[in-house]
């Protein structure tokens, strides 16, 4: 396992009728192997989990499970707004064999206490007792605003899996205030356009879609960054901060996917409601492609 560890967020492979395409994911596994990724992110926010099935979402897992090598460790996203779905997504993904197993906080209706989150994932926890579980928090998504230092303060002591939070917010006095709430809960990184400012404020790990496409160059980042060489770091890093200024303008969901195709396996176009890109989204797209052709081959 590398010093700094990275994971990609990988994107949910669909045919052209928007069917599940498990079998594009071999391919998909040995792109992140090629790129020196240390985990796969499976059925999160990239991986459009809130517009699957949960039928789909197990058979997702299932193939990841089977096709990841040995090579990759595996987290796979089981929240849900059904307690009971992501409860059985949970005991299917250990019965796979993952490394851990992530959920969201529910985010309907009115936003639940921070008890009212330890409660449910202590729930999913139970559900999967021998499995590492992994609190997400992104708010940009979700609405919640709970903060997760006082999560894994509750959640440390009534949840016993609890190992880590992927932090994907831009509030770094946050991230700060959860690395330092529990001793052996490891918070990754999740702002990809933010990784010199994760790093600085002690980040040892990431989770993020970008590095589907840009592991090599994140590991450079973090290696420059570390040796002090601040300047050279961000000049490294400026390609992830293109493309959030394209992804913002035009959906992060369907312009990141659309990305990875150009670079890895093509897991076809995003599901509703992100769906397809318009032409002037695909110019942009365009634009980006040709910026990270030097920097991604």
């Known amino acids: 396992m590398s010093a700094f560890e990275l994971w990609a967020a990988t994107p949910t492979p669909f045919r052209a009728d928007e069917s599940l395409a498990t079998e594009v994911v071999p391919a998909q596994s040995e792109h992140l192997v090629a790129l020196g990724i240390d985990g796969a992110f499976v059925g999160g926010t990239t991986g459009e989990s809130m517009a699957l099935t ?9 193939a990841w499970a089977e096709h990841r090598g ?3 460790l595996l987290g796979a996203h089981v929240g849900d707004l059904s307690l009971v779905d992501a409860r059985r997504l949970a005991r299917h993904a250990a019965d796979a064999g993952v490394d851990l197993i992530a959920a969201v906080a529910p985010f309907y209706g009115e936003p639940p206490s921070v008890t009212a989150i330890v409660d449910y994932l202590a729930a999913i926890a139970d559900a999967a007792p021998d499995v590492p579980l992994c ?10 605003r709970a903060a997760p230092s006082a999560v894994v303060e509750q959640a440390v002591t ?3 899996t609890l190992r880590a939070v992927k932090f994907t917010d831009g509030d770094l006095q946050e991230y700060v205030r959860t690395r330092e709430a529990a001793e052996g809960i490891r918070v990754y990184f999740g702002r990809d356009e933010l990784l010199p400012a994760g790093v600085a404020c002690g980040a040892t790990g990431a989770i993020g879609s970008l590095y589907n496409i840009l592991a090599p160059v994140a590991r450079e980042v973090v290696a420059r960054l570390r040796a002090g060489e601040v300047e050279t770091a961000l000049e490294l890093h400026r390609p992830f901060r293109s493309i959030a200024t394209v992804a913002d303008r035009w959906g992060s969901i369907p312009v990141v996917k659309e990305l990875i195709n150009r670079f890895g396996p093509d897991a076809g176009a995003a599901r509703a409601p992100w769906g397809r890109l318009s032409p002037d989204a695909v110019a942009a797209v365009d634009g980006l492609v040709e910026e990270l052709k030097a920097v991604a081959s």
Do not use: C, F, N, Q
Request: hydrophobic share 35%; net charge negative; no cysteine.
């Open 70 to 72: 040995d090579r990759l």
């Open 135 to 144: 609190y997400y928090h992104i708010p940009s998504m979700t609405g919640l």
């Open 54 to 62: 949960v039928d789909e979402r197990a058979e997702l897992i299932s």
């Open 158 to 160: 009534r949840v016993p």
